[in-house]
């Protein structure tokens, strides 16, 4: 067991190391920012829930096709404590791994990554451009529509709500507060 727990500075020179493309770089602060958020309000370390959100696709760039598991190996060669990893690789359950999320973490972070996506591909094809001025009823809209951000997994999303106890409307505007937290870092602040 480490010592010291992981900074968010050597969390990001971690990512950096492990992935040069700005759109996940922009992806991993947007889930880092909505984890922010929802520590936050639920009165928990938004530093750690940060750190997690930040690294949970550490080695998707490099290692697609092992996706959550070198993250695994790469998080244990770097000493990082086991519920770090654990609430990293639980954002993949049911489909890079079969790590369960249990805790209020882990269950967040299941819940919000697809739909951080959802809401940033939401946003840019709005008239601003922007989650500043967007609301939920903006990506809603957009729900039902598979061919829209057609990557997106919206089973995941639903079962990560159903599994936090929230609906998918409070759940959704949960990330785009979160999101507007970051706006600016994300390329999501638009022309407002």
Same mark, same amino acid.
């Given at each position: 067991?480490? /010592? !010291?727990?992981?900074?968010?500075?050597?969390?990001? #020179?971690? %990512?950096?190391?492990?992935?040069?493309?700005?759109?996940?770089?922009?992806?991993?602060?947007? =889930? #880092?920012?909505?984890?922010?958020?929802?520590?936050?309000?639920?009165? *928990?370390?938004?530093?750690?829930?940060?750190? /997690?959100?930040?690294?949970?696709?550490?080695?998707?760039?490099?290692?697609?096709?092992?996706? @959550?598991?070198?993250?695994?190996?790469?998080?244990?060669?770097? *000493?990082?404590?086991?519920?770090?990893?654990?609430?990293?690789?639980?954002?993949?359950?049911?489909?890079?791994?079969? +790590?369960?999320?249990?805790?209020?973490? *882990?269950?967040? /972070?299941?819940? /919000?990554? #697809?739909?951080?996506?959802? +809401?940033?591909? $939401?946003?840019?094809?709005?008239?601003?451009?922007? =989650?500043?001025?967007? *609301?939920?009823? $903006?990506?809603?809209?957009?729900?039902?529509?598979?061919? %829209?951000? &057609?990557? =997106?997994?919206? $089973? =995941?999303?639903?079962?990560?709500? &159903?599994?936090?106890? +929230?609906?998918?409307?409070?759940?959704?505007?949960? @990330?785009?507060?979160?999101?507007?937290? +970051?706006?600016? #870092?994300?390329?999501?602040?638009? !022309?407002?």
């Amino acid at each position: 067991m480490p /010592i !010291n727990l992981p900074t968010r500075d050597a969390a990001l #020179e971690l %990512f950096r190391k492990y992935n040069k493309s700005e759109s996940l770089y922009r992806h991993a602060l947007a =889930v #880092e920012g909505v984890m922010k958020y929802m520590a936050s309000k639920s009165g *928990e370390d938004g530093d750690k829930w940060g750190i /997690i959100g930040l690294i949970h696709d550490l080695d998707y760039e490099m290692y697609p096709e092992q996706h @959550c598991k070198m993250t695994k190996k790469i998080l244990e060669e770097n *000493e990082w404590p086991e519920d770090y990893i654990r609430a990293v690789l639980s954002h993949g359950w049911g489909l890079a791994t079969d +790590v369960e999320p249990v805790t209020r973490l *882990e269950k967040t /972070i299941y819940a /919000i990554d #697809e739909l951080t996506g959802l +809401v940033a591909t $939401s946003a840019l094809v709005r008239p601003s451009r922007s =989650v500043l001025d967007m *609301e939920t009823r $903006s990506v809603k809209k957009k729900w039902n529509d598979k061919k %829209f951000a &057609a990557g =997106v997994n919206r $089973s =995941v999303i639903e079962k990560g709500a &159903a599994m936090l106890g +929230v609906s998918l409307d409070d759940l959704i505007t949960d @990330c785009i507060m979160g999101m507007r937290d +970051v706006a600016g #870092e994300i390329g999501l602040k638009g !022309n407002i």
